[in-house]
């Protein structure tokens, strides 16, 4: 079963885009004020007008009581409705913030998801060489090879790089949207 989904959104095209689009279930409008307060509402997508006020403060409350909280932000654009999700991203503090900032040559990660997928896109690519290389010569080895020791050896390596290698995959969602 999916997490649920909160739509606090007045009532008008952008309640019944949302509303449509989580169908079947549909779910009602419920005040994000009366969210925050409900200590017992299961985590889940919190969809708000990008026009509410602290809609920021709302989701680091939500956030700080469990991870599982995603808050967006819904907005009216040219091709529909379109969502941004609202975060606290990376909490830490001033100084260490301006001295990775001022010292590495690729920051954007630690403030913006946008890097950090980037960063995430970017090492998939480069494992990914190396680890196909790997594993070809270590299939070629295997058609050589006669001693049943070194066979195994083999074996074990050529099944760690699999795992390494759907692992890897597993990660392919995590990339930039494109433009």
Same mark, same amino acid.
């Given at each position: 079963?999916?997490?649920?989904?909160?739509? *606090?959104?007045?009532? #008008? +095209?952008?309640?019944? %885009?949302?509303?449509? &689009? !989580? /169908?079947?279930?549909?779910? =009602?409008?419920?005040?994000?004020?009366?969210?925050?307060?409900?200590?017992?509402?299961?985590?889940?997508?919190?969809?708000?007008?990008?026009?509410?006020?602290?809609?920021?403060?709302?989701?680091?409350?939500?956030?700080?009581?469990?991870?599982?909280?995603?808050?967006?932000?819904?907005? *009216?654009?040219?091709? #529909? +409705?379109?969502?941004? %999700?609202?975060?606290? &991203? !990376? /909490?830490?503090?001033?100084? =260490?913030?301006?001295?990775?900032?001022?010292?590495?040559?690729?920051?954007?990660?630690?403030?913006?998801?946008?890097?950090?997928?980037?960063?995430?896109?970017?090492?998939?690519?480069?494992?990914?060489?190396?680890?196909?290389?790997?594993?070809?010569?270590?299939?070629l080895l295997l058609m050589d090879v006669d001693d049943a020791e070194v066979r195994e050896g083999?074996?074990?390596?050529?099944?760690?790089?699999?795992?390494?290698?759907?692992?890897?995959?597993?990660?392919?969602?995590?990339?930039?949207?494109?433009?």
């Amino acid at each position: 079963m999916s997490a649920p989904v909160y739509l *606090s959104l007045e009532a #008008g +095209p952008l309640l019944d %885009a949302c509303r449509e &689009a !989580f /169908a079947p279930s549909s779910p =009602e409008p419920v005040s994000l004020d009366d969210l925050l307060e409900d200590d017992d509402a299961p985590p889940g997508l919190v969809l708000a007008s990008s026009q509410r006020p602290h809609l920021d403060r709302a989701a680091m409350r939500l956030q700080e009581r469990d991870e599982a909280w995603t808050v967006a932000a819904v907005e *009216s654009g040219p091709d #529909g +409705p379109r969502i941004q %999700a609202v975060s606290r &991203a !990376f /909490a830490g503090g001033l100084a =260490e913030t301006a001295e990775a900032w001022m010292e590495e040559a690729r920051p954007a990660p630690l403030l913006e998801i946008r890097g950090t997928l980037r960063e995430i896109a970017k090492a998939r690519h480069d494992i990914n060489n190396p680890l196909t290389s790997a594993l070809a010569e270590v299939q070629l080895l295997l058609m050589d090879v006669d001693d049943a020791e070194v066979r195994e050896g083999l074996e074990v390596v050529e099944e760690q790089l699999r795992r390494i290698r759907d692992l890897v995959a597993q990660t392919g969602h995590l990339r930039p949207p494109q433009r």
